[in-house]
Each structure stands twice: as C-alpha cells, then as structure tokens.
T-cell receptor
Framework: DQQVKQNSPSLSVQEGRISILNCDYTNSMFDYFLWYKKYPAEGPTFLIS?????DKNEDGRFTVFLNKSAKHLSLHIVPSQPGDSAVYFCAASAFVSGGGADGLTFGKGTHLIIQP | ETGVTQSPTHLIKTRGQQVTLRCSSQSGHNTVSWYQQALGQGPQFIFQYYREEENGRGNFPPRFSGLQFPNYSSELNVNALELDDSALYLC????????????FGSGTRLTVV
C-alpha cells in the first residue's frame, strides 16, 4: 500500500515555463512534507519542505503548496531551467506525532525534463 | 565541511552471502538513517541510529541490521542475501532525529546474482 503517490513518472516542460509536480498521500498522520531532487549517480538533495500548519512555502523559484483536505501537495518551479532536469521525489513524515522515528516515506519520483 | 560518504560505490554479491556497507556522517551530525531504493521506486526507510542506538525501523526483516560507532559513522549489514536485495542503498545523516535535516550520500549500488 503506497502511502505517498506521484502519479506522473515523467514530465516534459519547455525552458522558461512553469513546472508543476504533484504528490498525493493517504496517511493522515503525516505532518511534514519534503521535496528532494536527484541527479543520476548522486544522492537526493533537499529542495523545500512544508509543515502541515502551513499551506504554502516559497524559496526562490520553488513553491510548495499543501492542500490537507485533499491530501495533496504540489511543487511549482518558475521559471524552469535546464539544470532543473532531474528526478523529483515527494516525501512525508509523521514528525510531530512520531518524532521522525519512522523516517521518511517517499513517492516513486517524477522525472522532470526541461526542453530548451 | 565534508558531506556523507559511502563505501563501496558498487558491489556484486552472490545469493546467500553477507554484505557490509559503510557510511561516514557529515561532520557534526549524530544521527544516521539507511534507505533502500529499488529500481523505479522511491527510497524506503530501513532504520535510523541516534547516538549509537536504533531509534526507528521500517518494514525490513531482521537479516538487515546496523551499527553506529562513537564517531557517528555507521554500517548496514545484510545477511542471507536475496535477489530482491539488489538496490541502491542510501545513507543519510542529520543532527538529531529531525527528518528535515537529512544529508544523503551518493549510495552503494548492490547487485545480488
């Protein structure tokens, strides 16, 4: 049973446009959400996170939106750049309730391809 | 400041054998977590060590075990290897048990034949 789902295995976006990556979760105990970026032959790199007490968090070109009632979050990248081409993982944690002892639950990832 | 380093980078083992993977934490970090990433999947939590004690464990059998040393480096041991153990094994270190402070290593690619 997948608790974190990224239903788009890949996404192609033109350079300069907005990239929107989606993520759904089923576990209502999740209270902290993160996005990671992964290049081939490298470990995941933290991108941005959001606590369940917020519905939006921004960091430069990256914005994460959280809709708790729909159990849905999305990552917006504006404008998209060639260096953004990578696999993006959505991850969740029952951090406040569980103290992080269950680690992170990851989705399967979305391969973002930025076309020149 | 050095990041998280893992060794070896690649490894081939035969079914039934045992393997030890190693991880050096980022300087100043006292918590290590291990993840298994099978092909086409996201990383899956194996366990976490905080100050040399296992602090949490995912849905992995007991043949997956670990250690954390006083310098906060860590080992992942897998006994009785199975073909399905073939995966990328990722180590992440952090300061404290907070999941938002992870720094991941580049991983060890284990192939079981």
């Amino acid at each position: 049973d997948q608790q974190v789902k990224q239903n788009s295995p890949s996404l192609s976006v033109q350079e300069g446009r907005i990239s929107i990556l989606n993520c759904d979760y089923t576990n209502s105990m999740f209270d902290y959400f993160l996005w990671y970026k992964k290049y081939p032959a490298e470990g995941p790199t933290f991108l941005i996170s959001i606590s369940s007490i917020k519905d939006k968090n921004e960091d430069g070109r990256f914005t994460v939106f959280l809709n708790k009632s729909a159990k849905h979050l999305s990552l917006h990248i504006v404008p998209s750049q060639p260096g953004d081409s990578a696999v993006y993982f959505c991850a969740a944690s029952a951090f406040v309730s569980g103290g992080g002892a269950d680690g992170l639950t990851f989705g399967k990832g979305t391969h973002l391809i930025i076309q020149p | 400041e050095t990041g998280v380093t893992q060794s070896p980078t690649h490894l081939i083992k035969t079914r039934g054998q045992q393997v030890t993977l190693r991880c050096s934490s980022q300087s100043g970090h006292n918590t290590v977590s291990w993840y298994q990433q099978a092909l086409g999947q996201g990383p899956q939590f194996i366990f976490q060590y905080y100050r040399e004690e296992e602090n949490g464990r995912g849905n992995f059998p007991p043949r997956f075990s670990g250690l954390q040393f006083p310098n906060y480096s860590s080992e992942l041991n897998v006994n009785a290897l199975e073909l399905d153990d073939s995966a990328l094994y990722l180590c992440a270190s952090s300061l404290g048990r907070e999941v938002y402070g992870y720094t991941f290593g580049s991983g060890t690619r284990l192939t079981v034949v």
